[in-house]
């Protein structure tokens, strides 16, 4: 596994080569900035970028009038005219834009280069490059002829700055420079208003001054006032500073300190804000300081945030490469956690052109890079996720309006720094998934779950849970049998068998998201005493759920619909939404079986899967775990270790490993955890949470078999420490600082607690 490095307690890396290309260099982060170091002795490039720079390319969008023609596309979808009723709204597109193809969202992109060059390091030796996940801290050392050169890198959160000390032990030179990002196109789309077809990119206005104390780079987006800035300043130095045509050159020093920010502008021609920005850096210095003692100052400081949220929990491993995956998981999620939650890359990118824009792809990929804050602790990480949400609120209101006619909100499937719904096509008919509010509220009920802070639910999960359920009760409507139906429908992202279109109607993944919903809002309601009378119109919603259908294997279909037949061979497994998080123990014990027989029909074909969509990876383990498969949990993390990894332990969507993406950063590390416990609220007859069930051990994966975690979080507020060993308990203890009544499950034994 992750052959060609050198592992150091899994606390982070250690490569004694450079790095070629950006996708092999030194990730630094504080979630609102990100910087990516790369490059060799003689020249350090460092890539940056900021969490709200998504260019502005499409502005003013709109979603299709589809709630005008709604009752047209339902009675296609009736009439099993899937392919027409997706025509009919991708005519409706190409008639409002006027464009033959889809739009993608606002595409992620880097600010720009910091160029490093030390002079006379042509040639040079004992190259080496690290990274501390724990302290978030980059290291670059080297000789060249018989002068040591060290580079340390840090992005503060507190500062939120990039600190680079250069330092070395005879009098150095360098010359440090901004400059654009280079245009590569990654050959998967291109925006073609950033790229016309002319080729290159024309989108950007940058400009470079050289100031007394460092450089200014100026960008703004062509015909708008918005822009972004870089400010450069040289914060300490025993050399002396000298100032070129677009760049600076630092002489006869043997260390020198760089502070380095970036930052979006509503309105680039104010220079007051740069002037600003250059004395708060300044300011980080203080009178009298060495640059080696502010370095260690602001790296302090750093660290108070970073390393106490990264040290919340522990886990030891004696398989030290998956154990790295672990922690460099948990350190690209961290890293990437701002006002904003982590982009598909992160807070990074090498490229203007960036896979899939670089959104927030919420079918499932924003799910999975969450998806272990909550039980290693990282609350404020989680937050940025509700904030992001609330931040669109607006749109997402919208979308439901214009789209469907409902109240309430619609979640699409991409979204950027703009939350409406308009990117689709015929091969995915994406504006027809519903699901997506109902996604994201789970999140809220589970961090209430997991805090145990019922303020929290009352003041954030409720409001935004009830615009969820407040879709449906407009976008609901009965069938000839009673039932709700779901049209039009999606199971991202696949196609019936045999089907000319992926539109649908019963999707299983729609109906299991609106049931959690509502079963969440009556079952955290009715625990806190509040909100009755709604509680009882949630229950007579609940009550018309359609039925979930069985296939002729004996499997739940994806579709609840008898003329749909499954495809099973697919990267995605959204019919097994209902095991994703635990297993619904309010289920049917027929629909639960069948819903195993699908897992098992889907996990031989996971076997043999090759190549693309590590995320979905993670959606078939966690299922694994709640259904107590081991060996099928270790499969899959047996498959992303070995292929989809790069040396220095940033993730990949597809095997190679090939497209940086940080998904899997965050649904490995749930997964692992996952397997170690699990924790599931008890209810009494009035649906009130009356205590849980805790399992310890539930699905122990190959590789995992002997270890110490301390620090879990688990559903209830509890926190837990075990150790095993060759697949059995050695000791364990549970904190429960709520005074929870809890039952633990051991070897299929309870234990009352």
């Known amino acids: 596994m992750l052959r060609q490095l050198l592992i150091q307690n899994g606390e982070g890396f250690r490569l004694p080569y450079p790095a070629a290309s950006w996708e092999d260099g030194m990730l630094l982060g504080n979630g609102r900035m990100g910087a990516d170091a790369w490059g060799n002795g003689e020249e350090e490039i460092v890539t940056l970028s900021h969490e709200r720079l998504f260019a502005p390319v499409d502005e003013g969008l709109t979603p299709i009038p589809m709630a005008e023609r709604l009752p047209e596309i339902r009675a296609l979808l009736d009439e099993k005219k899937y392919g027409e009723a997706t025509d009919l709204i991708v005519d409706m597109f190409h008639q409002k834009e006027g464009l033959d193809e889809k739009i993608w969202t606002n595409p992620f992109f880097p600010a720009g280069d910091l160029h490093i060059f030390t002079e006379q390091c042509g040639i040079y030796e004992h190259f080496e490059r690290s990274l501390r996940f724990a302290t978030g801290e980059g290291t670059v050392s080297f000789t060249a002829g018989d002068t040591a050169y060290v580079r340390n890198y840090v992005v503060s959160h507190a500062a939120n700055c990039l600190a680079v000390r250069l330092s070395s032990d005879c009098a150095a030179s360098?010359?440090?420079?901004?400059?654009?990002?280079?245009?590569?196109?990654?050959?998967?789309?291109?925006?073609?208003?950033?790229?016309?077809?002319?080729?290159?990119?024309?989108?950007?206005?940058?400009?470079?001054?050289?100031?007394?104390?460092?450089?200014?780079?100026?960008?703004?987006?062509?015909?708008?006032?918005?822009?972004?800035?870089?400010?450069?300043?040289?914060?300490?130095?025993d050399g002396r500073t000298e100032l070129e045509r677009q760049s600076l050159r630092i002489s006869g020093c043997r260390e020198a300190l760089l502070l380095v920010s970036v930052f979006p502008l509503e309105n680039r021609s104010e220079e007051a804000i740069w002037e600003k920005e250059e004395q708060r850096l300044l300011g980080l210095a203080e009178a009298g300081e060495k640059p080696a003692e502010t370095y260690q100052a602001l790296l302090q400081e750093h660290c108070s945030i970073h390393q106490e949220r990264y040290e919340r929990i522990a886990l030891e491993l004696e398989n030290k490469h998956l154990e790295a995956m672990f922690q460099a998981g948990r350190y690209e999620i961290?890293?990437?956690?701002?006002?904003?939650?982590?982009?598909?890359?992160?807070?990074?990118?090498?490229?203007?052109?960036?896979?899939?824009?670089?959104?927030?792809?919420?079918?499932?990929?924003?799910?999975?890079?969450?998806?272990?804050?909550?039980?290693?602790?990282?609350?404020?990480?989680?937050?940025?996720?509700?904030?992001?949400?609330?931040?669109?609120?607006?749109?997402?209101?919208?979308?439901?309006?214009?789209?469907?006619?409902?109240?309430?909100?619609?979640?699409?499937?991409?979204?950027?720094?703009?939350?409406?719904?308009?990117?689709?096509?015929?091969?995915?008919?994406?504006?027809?998934?519903?699901?997506?509010?109902?996604?994201?509220?789970?999140?809220?009920?589970?961090?209430?779950?997991?805090?145990?802070?019922?303020?929290?639910?009352?003041?954030?999960?409720?409001?935004?849970?009830?615009?969820?359920?407040?879709?449906?009760?407009?976008?609901?409507?009965?069938?000839?049998?009673?039932?709700?139906?779901?049209?039009?429908?999606?199971?991202?992202?696949?196609?019936?068998?045999?089907?000319?279109?992926?539109?649908?109607?019963?999707?299983?993944?729609?109906?299991?998201v609106a049931t959690e919903l509502f079963r969440n809002l009556i079952t955290g309601c009715r625990t806190l005493g509040i909100e009755e009378e709604s509680v009882q119109k949630w229950e007579g919603i609940l009550a018309k759920m359609p039925p979930y259908l069985i296939n002729e294997d004996g499997a739940l279909k994806e579709w609840a619909d008898p003329d749909l037949a499954d495809e099973y061979d697919h990267r995605h497994s959204s019919h097994l939404y209902m095991f994703y998080y635990d297993v619904p123990t309010q289920e049917k014990p027929e629909i639960i079986e069948a819903a195993k027989k699908a897992y098992e029909i889907k996990m031989e074909r996971k076997k043999k899967e090759q190549g693309t969509m590590a995320f979905g990876l993670v959606q078939a383990g966690m299922a694994a775990a709640h259904l107590g498969d081991g060996e099928m949990a270790g499969r899959m993390l047996e498959s992303m270790a070995q292929n989809n990894y790069y040396r220095t332990y940033a993730s990949s969507h597809d095997y190679g490993p090939s497209i940086f993406n940080v998904d899997i950063g965050g649904g490995v590390p749930a997964l692992m955890l996952e397997c170690l416990a699990q924790s599931t609220p008890v209810l009494d007859e009035r649906k009130r949470i009356c205590g849980y069930e805790i399992r310890l051990l539930p699905a122990l994966p190959a590789g995992m078999e002997s270890g110490h975690v301390k620090g879990l979080h688990l559903r209830g507020g509890f926190l837990a420490e075990l150790e095993w060993k060759e697949g059995k308990l050695v000791s364990w203890e549970i904190e429960n600082p709520g005074e929870k009544k809890y039952q633990v499950i051991l070897d299929k034994k309870e234990k009352n607690c």
Request: proline share 5%; aromatic share 18%; glycine share 10%.
């Open 174 to 237: 360098y010359r440090i420079s901004f400059s654009r990002t280079p245009y590569k196109k990654n050959g998967m789309h291109v925006n073609k208003k950033m790229f016309p077809e002319s080729g290159g990119e024309r989108f950007f206005e940058p400009e470079i001054r050289v100031r007394e104390h460092g450089l200014w780079y100026l960008c703004g987006y062509r015909g708008k006032q918005k822009g972004y800035g870089m400010v450069l300043c040289v914060a300490g130095t």
């Open 334 to 512: 961290l890293s990437s956690c701002g006002e904003m939650p982590p982009n598909l890359q992160g807070v990074w990118t090498g490229t203007y052109d960036t896979p899939w824009s670089s959104d927030y792809t919420q079918n499932g990929n924003l799910q999975t890079a969450i998806l272990a804050l909550l039980p290693t602790g990282d609350f404020e990480g989680m937050r940025s996720y509700f904030d992001y949400q609330e931040s669109l609120l607006e749109d997402y209101r919208t979308n439901s309006r214009v789209l469907y006619g409902c109240r309430g909100i619609h979640v699409p499937s991409r979204t950027s720094d703009c939350g409406i719904d308009f990117h689709f096509d015929r091969t995915w008919p994406m504006v027809f998934w519903t699901a997506g509010a109902g996604w994201v509220s789970h999140f809220y009920y589970d961090y209430w779950l997991y805090t145990g802070d019922d303020a929290f639910f009352k003041e954030r999960a409720l409001p935004f849970m009830k615009e969820a359920a407040l879709f449906y009760e407009d976008y609901l409507y009965e069938d000839e049998k009673g039932y709700w139906k779901f049209s039009p429908s999606y199971s991202p992202e696949n196609t019936p068998a045999g089907s000319d279109s992926a539109a649908c109607v019963n999707a299983a993944m729609d109906i299991s």
